[in-house]
């Protein structure tokens, strides 16, 4: 958390600051393509601008978009965004180790800001929790500099986004950049045979069960995936998968 | 200009909640615990077949029903999407490029 002195006074808040300033244009295009999606995907500025600054986390927002247009009840939007974010569960087990000695809010509140390339970046750098308190110390601030720029980069072009979209005509359908931005994400996740047949399966099945009411198309869609991917490594273990 | 209303204001914060959750799941107990096995490897499988049914119909379908043409510039956006990011493993190429060709086909022509 950038306000600690403890944190944003220590050389290696600086050190994680710099080490994400490369990623920075990127965070910033796609925080600017979000605001842009947002507004043009029909919600209004005031609620494009609470998503901005209380949900930040660019996938589950964007997912959430198209369901809370067609009106799908909160659950639902919920659950999505939700799966959408299960990504973050496998980071926090991770992150666990390097963050469990803090009291529970500044642990809560670092794993809120910690977003995907922010855990990459911080990953690959410490390998192991520190031994020392300096040590905590100086991993705390890494990370804590390091989010402090994405969240930066991320807020200020997401709201330069919003600004913007009333500039473009909705005709030109720049919401599907939202879309691709989705679709980027759910490419780079497909990392093996397993999660392709989960995404094919779950494209395939909320297109069949789109006539469900409530967008429960989405709901089942993730449910008949994960269901059926389940049951397929049960039949026939991936190798490196311990049954 | 879009109206606001107080629904999707509770949809955002909850939202939001689901952030937080996700993000600090496990660091939130000060008791180490863990997700039985079947759960662990439903992690490996949820997020993106929650990505794929969102997105999926987006690409292929009028509000549910199949696109009956070919002539229709998200078709063409999304394979040039998925085609560079496999080439170039970069979300934002993939957004550019998808753009690039979902741009003059939506609106030069009409697609």
């Known amino acids: 958390m950038f306000f600690l002195s403890r944190l944003n006074r220590h050389p290696a808040f600086v050190q994680g600051m710099r080490e994400v300033s490369p990623q920075s244009p990127g965070i910033a295009a796609w925080g600017l393509m979000t605001g842009v999606a947002m507004v043009k995907s029909g919600m209004s500025v005031f609620e494009a601008s609470a998503m901005t600054l209380l949900v930040f986390a660019g996938s589950s927002q964007l997912a959430a978009i198209p369901l809370i247009v067609a009106g799908a009840p909160a659950w639902v939007i919920l659950a999505t965004g939700f799966c959408v974010n299960l990504r973050f569960v496998v980071f926090s087990l991770h992150l666990r180790s390097f963050l469990i000695h803090l009291p529970r809010w500044q642990r809560m509140l670092h794993g809120y800001l910690t977003a995907d390339i922010s855990y990459v970046l911080f990953a690959r750098k410490y390998a192991h929790p520190a031994e020392t308190a300096a040590g905590r110390l100086e991993q705390e601030a890494y990370l804590a500099g390091n989010d402090f720029l994405n969240w930066l980069s991320w807020i200020v072009a997401s709201f330069a986004g919003v600004a913007l979209a009333n500039l473009i005509p909705t005709t030109w359908g720049l919401g599907f950049a939202g879309i691709l931005c989705l679709l980027g994400i759910q490419c780079s996740l497909a990392s093996s045979r397993m999660r392709m047949l989960s995404a094919v399966v779950a494209g395939a099945a909320a297109v069949v069960a789109y006539s469900l009411p409530l967008k429960l198309n989405i709901v089942v869609a993730i449910a008949v995936a994960v269901i059926l991917c389940l049951t397929v490594e049960k039949v026939r273990p991936a190798p490196g998968v311990k049954a | ?111």
Not at chain 2, 1 to 18: E, Q, S, Y
Not at chain 2, 21 to 42: E, Y
Not at chain 2, 79 to 94: K, Q
């Open chain 2, 1 to 111: 200009m879009n109206g606001t209303d107080l629904w999707t204001l509770a949809v955002i914060v909850g939202l939001a909640l689901v952030t937080v959750l996700t993000r600090s799941f496990f660091f939130i107990s000060n008791k180490s615990w863990q997700l039985p096995h079947w759960a662990q490897r439903g992690l490996q499988y949820a997020p993106i077949a929650a990505l794929s049914a969102v997105v999926v119909p987006e690409i292929i379908t009028v509000q549910g029903t199949l696109i009956s043409t070919w002539q229709d510039a998200r078709l063409f956006a999304a394979a040039m999407g998925a085609g560079v990011y496999f080439w170039r493993r970069d979300v934002l190429l993939t957004i550019v490029a998808g753009m690039a060709v979902y741009l003059p086909l939506h609106l030069g022509l009409g697609w």
